[in-house]
């Protein structure tokens, strides 16, 4: 299965991510439409300012997520092939333990409904929209092997120079 | 607090050491009996913001004020209804005795539209219940042992008066109990996850020390 | 109708934590607690005793006049005066028949400084040697091995600094029952990524917190730390920088290190090789490391060699003497480590000058006005002793509770039933109480003003809140008072006073003044010898304490082949969350009795079964002093062969063993070994 990797080095906290995020998640799917609904569309994905650091958050879809564990309404379920943790916020009693067991902090709150919203993986869509919108491609959506050679290529061409003779 | 509506009372279990602090602290804030049982963990109200326990309360006597649910005692029938839909069990019961004012209906102030009866009084309708001359100029102090319904109110009280915090997170020694913003406690969270996990990646990857 | 109501910020009497409170008072009674979150160590937290300190105030069995008890057991009430004379009178009778040396003093670890001052310079002046606390059931091996290491015998750096540790090791302490609120600040430190390590027979709370736990047979820290320190030397992992420049006497430790097997030493321990193995990197690599030790590591009869191998190993990598690094020998009581620093010790005077030391002693006796002052006497666990040879015949114990709390309870009550004169001043009708000729009712410490030095050697000024109850007086009046009758001095101090006599007497507190802590909400913390000077949170920055400033290593002297072996099975005793030491006070107090009811002993699954003994039965309990009878909890929280019993009640120490550590006299209540046997057999 994809997931999505984040190479914080190249992240310059530009927000492009967080924006796409809101937007796709809003009714009209447009910046200027989303800037005027109500309820306002909530970004799920975070960018920190850390001392020099711009660093994105994004939820893991853990494999043995916690939050699901927690939440007794079963808003939050995960599905068994995809790990895809969704949520239903039809059953969302706004109890906030989803908020307080995630170890990542990436449970937000819907204010008009006070009700929890979380990363659903973009299910209408074939690249998560923080992917898509990231201009240094900081993320990266891939499977684990293709993202391991990835990896395993820039570290070759850093060596490869030191042995030419 | 900037809005007290936008608090809540955090629980992290992996703090709690048993030491029942919490329980007391509570009692002794809310006329001697606890809204909080520790078992592994402190459980007590979570005040859902969509909360089971005031759609099922057929009095409305639980309501919300400043992001905290409240229980009205004054409206309240200890029915326990309201026990069974907390899904975390937080609506607690306790056995206590209430005095009964001499010359008093056993049940009190509630409002009702039917005339309360008492144990000895006959059951069926026809039958208007016989009252003595002696019963009415009744002034025994009587008892009555009654299971009251209770859960935590959140201290919303205290902190309306004083911005004081709820007297479990005050108390907590370690630290398992806080009063926090989900927003604020979130953000920390990601802050604590870079710092203490992703910073070394990032230097081992670029050959810098933090 | 007017109610007066009012909110005093005092420190709370239990544990050597020192957190403070706000106590409401309305109508000169206690009502309620308020929270105070600006104190740095507690953040206004409380823990179960802690908050049940309304119910302790206003609770009925107060001791509220004095008492005479008469030989053949009756009791009546009588005057201050006339209890005064009497004790005065006996004192000097007993002086002139057998010597000042047959009468000893007990002073308490829970009274103000103040007031312990006043206590020994009272005994010495009477011209006894004997003065000494419960310290010497709990620290004294701490005070030994750590004054010969550091010269201080102290802990280094101050709670909140363990947050700054990024390596814990927990040896011997179970913080989260006995001092909760120091779990606040390892697990913090835990958040930021320390790796914290337990060491303890038993799982606790505390253990549950670490990242490894281990699991040690009792009786073998010390192989333990010393394999920790070989696996460090054999990996080269030490600090000889720091060795080099600031300690001495590391050859010697060295060579007995390197002929340490680490792989035998793992299996006498009963815990994987690995374990020692990563024990010994973490603690060693991390930037700075701390060690917290307790009860568990000096309760022994080599409790002193197992305090000294902690800090030869804080000493070897140079985790001492900045933040983060140190050494935290947790104190127990409200006011341990200030009855210690005000010398309530056979050893020492107040300042931890020695008694045996001629020139010194003689420059306090001049502060006192007297020409000398009696040289070392007997702890407390020796008094016992003599009391039985007959060398003692008066005890003067002051909030001391010695039948629960000394080893083998049938050799004190003997003992105590033997004396000629036996006063206890105390807040209830303790045990011991129940043995004395005068019983004194003293003030509790809402209810009189005084300072009091925490674990962290934090000295903090808690005020009088309350009046004390009728007829009780605070110890600071009756020893005052006791001392005038004496003959002894000519006023009765008051607080403040006696403290700013404390600035002149002991140099560390000399600029602890009540001015400067009544007005603090952190006090100060010592040393802090001038006016001027802003406390010491962090030991050994610079220096340390001995005289070529250098720390020294020192060579235990335990036996590391044979470690003992306990038949058929160990029994360790400890303490639980809601109870406090001899249970006294606790056992009284319904809001904290609920939790822990009764005695119980803890037993491993595995032996519960093998004797047949079902969870919430009852057994007899036998060892070489004694047998009594305790009801049974099963569960894996004990090592198999191992059984836990809690020293609250007054049944456990009849049981324990009366071997006392040499050098510090501490008895060896965790070398214990125990015979079950089923009640209905």
């Given at each position: 299965?994809?997931?999505?990797?984040?190479?914080?080095d190249?992240?310059?906290?530009?927000r492009?991510?967080?924006?796409?995020c809101?937007?796709?998640h809003?009714r009209?799917?447009?910046?200027?439409g989303?800037?005027s609904?109500?309820p306002?569309?909530?970004?799920?994905v975070?960018?920190?300012?850390?001392?020099?650091?711009?660093?994105?958050?994004?939820c893991?879809?853990c494999?043995?997520a916690?939050?699901?564990?927690?939440?007794?309404?079963g808003?939050?379920s995960?599905?068994?092939?995809?790990r895809i943790?969704t949520?239903?916020?039809d059953?969302c009693i706004?109890?906030?333990?989803c908020?307080?067991?995630?170890?990542?902090?990436?449970?937000?709150?819907?204010?008009?409904?006070?009700?929890?919203?979380?990363?659903?993986?973009?299910?209408?869509?074939?690249?998560p929209?923080?992917?898509?919108?990231?201009?240094?491609?900081?993320?990266?959506?891939?499977?684990?092997?293709?993202?391991s050679?990835?990896v395993r290529?820039?570290?070759?061409?850093?060596?490869l120079?030191?042995?030419a003779? | 607090?900037?809005?007290?509506a936008?608090?809540?009372i955090?629980?992290?279990?992996?703090r709690c050491?048993?030491?029942?602090a919490?329980?007391?602290?509570c009692?002794?804030t809310?006329?001697?009996i606890?809204?909080?049982?520790?078992?592994?963990?402190p459980?007590?109200?979570?005040?859902?913001e969509?909360?089971?326990?005031?759609?099922?309360?057929?009095?409305?006597a639980?309501?919300?004020?400043?992001?905290?649910?409240?229980?009205?005692?004054?409206?309240?029938?200890?029915?326990?209804?309201?026990?069974?839909?907390?899904?975390f069990?937080a609506?607690?019961?306790t056995?206590?005795?209430?005095?009964?004012?001499?010359?008093?209906?056993?049940?009190s102030?509630?409002p009702?539209?039917?005339?309360?009866r008492?144990?000895?009084?006959?059951?069926?309708?026809?039958e208007?219940?016989?009252?003595?001359?002696a019963?009415?100029?009744?002034?025994?102090p009587?008892?009555?042992?009654?299971?009251?319904?209770?859960?935590c109110?959140?201290?919303?009280e205290?902190?309306e008066?004083?911005?004081?915090?709820?007297?479990?997170?005050?108390t907590?020694?370690?630290?398992?109990?806080?009063c926090?913003?989900?927003?604020?406690?979130s953000?920390?969270k990601?802050i604590r996850t870079y710092?203490v996990?992703?910073?070394?990646h990032?230097?081992?990857?670029?050959g810098?020390?933090p | 109708?007017?109610?007066k109501?009012n909110?005093?910020?005092v420190i709370?009497?239990?544990c050597?934590?020192?957190?403070?409170?706000?106590?409401?008072?309305?109508n000169?009674?206690a009502?309620?607690i308020?929270?105070?979150?600006?104190h740095?160590?507690?953040?206004?937290?409380?823990?179960?005793?802690?908050n049940s300190?309304?119910?302790?105030?206003?609770h009925?069995?107060?001791l509220?006049?004095?008492?005479?008890?008469?030989?053949?057991?009756?009791?009546r009430?009588?005057?201050?005066?006339?209890?005064?004379?009497?004790?005065?009178?006996?004192?000097?009778q007993?002086?002139?028949?057998f010597?000042?040396?047959?009468v000893?003093?007990?002073?308490?670890?829970?009274?103000?400084?103040?007031?312990?001052?006043l206590?020994?310079k009272?005994a010495?002046?009477?011209g006894?040697?004997?003065?000494?606390?419960?310290a010497?059931?709990?620290?004294s091996p701490?005070?030994?091995?750590l004054?010969r290491?550091?010269?201080?015998?102290?802990?280094?750096?101050p709670?909140p600094?363990?947050?700054?540790?990024?390596?814990i090791?927990?040896?011997?302490?179970n913080f989260?029952?006995?001092?909760?609120?120091?779990?606040?600040?390892v697990?913090n430190?835990?958040?930021?990524?320390?790796?914290?390590?337990?060491?303890?027979?038993?799982?606790?709370p505390?253990?549950?917190?670490?990242?490894?736990?281990?699991m040690?047979?009792?009786?073998?820290?010390g192989i333990?730390?010393?394999?920790?320190?070989?696996q460090?030397?054999?990996?080269?992992?030490a600090?000889?920088?720091?060795?080099?420049?600031?300690?001495?006497g590391?050859?010697?430790?060295?060579?007995k290190?390197?002929?340490?097997d680490?792989i035998?030493a793992?299996?006498q321990?009963?815990?994987?090789?690995?374990?020692?193995?990563?024990?010994?990197?973490?603690y060693?690599?991390?930037?700075?490391?701390?060690?917290?030790?307790c009860?568990?590591?000096?309760?022994?009869?080599?409790?002193?060699?197992?305090?000294?191998s902690?800090?030869?190993?804080?000493?070897?990598?140079g985790?001492?003497?900045?933040?983060g690094?140190?050494i935290?020998?947790?104190?127990?009581?409200n006011?341990?480590?200030?009855?210690?620093d005000?010398?309530?010790?056979?050893e020492?005077?107040?300042?931890?000058?020695?008694?045996?030391?001629v020139?010194?002693?003689?420059?306090v006796?001049?502060?006192?006005?007297?020409?000398?002052?009696?040289s070392?006497?007997?702890?407390?666990t020796?008094?016992?002793?003599a009391?039985?040879?007959?060398?003692?015949?008066?005890l003067f114990?002051?909030?001391e509770?010695?039948?629960?709390?000394?080893?083998?309870?049938s050799?004190?009550e003997?003992?105590?039933?033997?004396?000629?004169?036996?006063?206890v001043?105390?807040?209830?009708m303790?045990?011991?109480?129940?043995?004395?000729?005068?019983?004194?009712p003293?003030a509790?410490?809402?209810?009189?003003?005084?300072s009091?030095?925490?674990t962290?050697?934090r000295?903090?000024?808690?005020?009088?809140?309350l009046?004390?109850?009728?007829?009780?007086?605070?110890?600071l009046?009756?020893?005052?008072n006791?001392?005038k009758?004496l003959g002894?001095w000519?006023t009765?101090?008051?607080?403040e006073d006696?403290?700013?006599?404390?600035?002149?007497?002991?140099?560390?507190?000399?600029?602890?003044?009540?001015?400067?802590?009544?007005?603090?909400?952190?006090?100060?913390?010592?040393?802090?010898?001038?006016?001027?000077?802003?406390?010491?949170?962090?030991?050994?920055?610079?220096?340390?304490?001995?005289?070529?400033?250098?720390?020294?290593?020192?060579v235990?002297e335990?036996?590391?082949?044979?470690?003992?072996?306990?038949?058929?099975f160990s029994?360790?005793?400890g303490?639980v969350v809601?109870?406090?030491?001899?249970g006294?006070?606790?056992?009284?107090?319904?809001?904290?009795?609920?939790?822990t009811?009764?005695?119980?002993l803890?037993?491993?699954?595995?032996?519960?079964?093998?004797?047949?003994i079902?969870d919430g039965?009852t057994?007899l309990?036998?060892t070489?002093k004694?047998?009594?009878?305790?009801?049974?909890?099963?569960?894996?929280?004990?090592?198999q062969?191992?059984?836990?019993?809690?020293?609250?009640?007054?049944e456990?120490?009849?049981?324990?063993?009366?071997?006392?550590?040499p050098?510090?006299?501490i008895?060896?209540?965790?070398d214990?070994?125990?015979q079950?046997?089923?009640?209905?057999k």
């Open positions: 299965m994809k997931e999505i990797f984040v190479r914080i190249r992240c310059v906290g530009c492009s991510c967080e924006l796409a809101a937007v796709e809003s009209s799917k447009t910046l200027f989303a800037i609904e109500v306002r569309p909530k970004k799920r975070y960018v920190e300012y850390i001392e020099h650091r711009k660093v994105p958050f994004l893991r879809h494999e043995d916690p939050c699901v564990k927690a939440c007794r309404t808003a939050l995960q599905d068994p092939v995809t943790v949520h239903n916020p059953r706004g109890c906030w333990l908020a307080m067991t995630c170890p990542y902090g990436m449970i937000n709150r819907e204010e008009e409904r006070r009700i929890a919203v979380k990363c659903d993986r973009c299910p209408e869509r074939e690249e929209a923080c992917v898509n919108a990231c201009p240094t491609k900081a993320l990266v959506f891939a499977e684990e092997q293709e993202f050679k990835l290529r820039e570290t070759l061409s850093k060596l120079p030191g042995y003779s | 607090m900037q809005s007290m936008s608090w809540k955090f629980i992290n279990p992996e050491i048993g030491c029942h919490c329980e007391m602290a009692e002794q809310h006329g001697g606890s809204n909080i049982k520790v078992q592994c963990a459980v007590f109200c979570r005040h859902c969509v909360p089971p326990c005031v759609t099922v309360c057929y009095r409305n639980i309501e919300m004020r400043n992001g905290k649910i409240l229980l009205i005692k004054d409206l309240c029938t200890n029915c326990g209804i309201c026990v069974f839909a907390c899904p069990g609506i607690m019961t056995t206590i005795t209430r005095q009964i004012e001499p010359g008093k209906k056993a049940h102030a509630v009702c539209h039917f005339e309360a008492s144990a000895e009084e006959p059951h069926t309708e026809h208007k219940p016989k009252r003595s001359l019963d009415a100029r009744d002034d025994t009587r008892e009555r042992q009654i299971v009251l319904v209770h859960k109110d959140g201290c919303l205290r902190a008066a004083s911005g004081a915090r709820p007297a479990c997170a005050a907590c020694p370690s630290g398992a109990i806080e926090k913003d989900i927003a604020q406690a953000s920390l990601r710092e996990h992703l910073v070394t990032l230097t081992h990857r670029e810098t020390s | 109708m007017m109610v109501k909110k005093v910020s709370c009497p239990y050597g934590a020192g957190c403070r409170f706000g106590l409401i008072v309305e000169g009674r009502t309620g308020d929270y105070e979150p600006d740095p160590v507690a953040l206004g937290a409380l823990c179960p005793k802690g300190a309304v119910e302790l105030l206003n009925p069995e107060r509220t006049f004095p008492i005479r008890r008469e030989h053949n057991g009756t009791t009430r009588i005057t201050w005066d006339e209890a005064l004379q009497f004790v005065a009178n006996k004192l000097r007993i002086r002139e028949d010597g000042a040396d047959a000893g003093f007990l002073a308490s670890a829970k009274v103000s400084n103040e007031e312990n001052y206590f020994q009272l010495r002046l009477f006894s040697p004997h003065v000494d606390h419960c010497r059931l709990c620290h701490s005070i030994v091995a004054s290491a550091f010269g201080s015998g102290a802990m280094t750096n709670i600094d363990l947050e700054n540790s990024r390596c090791l927990i040896i011997g302490s989260s029952e006995n001092h909760p609120v120091v779990s606040r600040w697990l430190a835990k958040d930021r990524g320390a790796f914290i390590i337990a060491v303890d027979p038993r799982k606790t505390t253990t549950e917190i670490a990242h490894i736990h281990l040690i047979r009792p009786g073998t820290d333990l730390l010393n394999a920790i320190m070989a460090i030397l054999r990996e080269g992992l600090n000889y920088d720091f060795i080099a420049s600031r300690t001495e590391f050859e010697r430790l060295k060579n290190l390197q002929q340490f680490i035998k793992a299996e321990v009963g815990v994987p090789v690995g374990d020692i193995v990563i024990t010994a990197r973490k060693a690599t991390s930037p700075s490391s701390a060690i917290i030790y009860m568990g590591i000096t309760q022994h009869r080599h409790g002193t060699d197992y305090a000294a902690c800090a030869n190993l804080a000493l070897l990598c985790h001492i003497g900045r933040s690094a140190g935290f020998p947790l104190r127990g009581q006011n341990v480590q200030g009855a210690s005000m010398g309530a010790l056979a020492f005077l107040p300042g931890y000058v020695r008694t045996n030391d020139k010194k002693r003689q420059l006796a001049k502060l006192w006005g007297c020409e000398d002052i009696p070392s006497g007997l702890s407390v020796e008094i016992i002793g009391i039985l040879d007959g060398k003692i015949k008066a114990v002051m909030g509770n010695p039948i629960v709390s000394d080893p083998c309870s050799e004190t003997k003992a105590l039933s033997m004396l000629d004169l036996l006063v001043q105390d807040i209830f303790t045990e011991t109480a129940n043995f004395a000729h005068v019983v004194l003293a509790m410490w809402a209810e009189k003003s005084g009091y030095t925490n962290e050697r000295v903090q000024w808690s005020p009088k809140a009046n004390p109850p009728n007829e009780a007086k605070s110890d009046w009756i020893i005052g006791l001392g009758l002894l000519d009765l101090p008051q607080p006696m403290l700013r006599e404390i600035n002149q007497v002991v140099p560390f507190y000399g600029g602890i003044t009540p001015e400067r802590i009544a007005k603090s909400k952190e006090g100060l913390i010592w040393p802090c010898p001038d006016e001027h000077h802003p406390g010491t949170p962090i030991l050994y920055s610079e220096k340390f304490h001995r005289e070529n400033e250098r720390a020294t290593f020192t235990p335990i036996d590391f082949e044979a470690p003992r072996s306990f038949e058929p029994l360790i005793t303490r809601v109870h406090y030491n001899s006294s006070i606790t056992r009284k107090l319904p809001s904290l009795l609920r939790y009811p009764k005695l119980e803890t037993i491993h699954p595995s032996d519960a079964g093998e004797l047949g079902k039965s057994v309990v036998k070489v004694g047998t009594v009878e305790t009801v049974v909890k099963v569960s894996p929280s004990v090592r062969g191992s059984v836990f019993m809690p020293f609250h009640f007054p456990t120490n009849r049981l324990t063993p009366k071997d006392l550590d050098m510090a006299r008895p060896s209540f965790k214990a070994q125990c079950l046997i089923r009640k209905d």
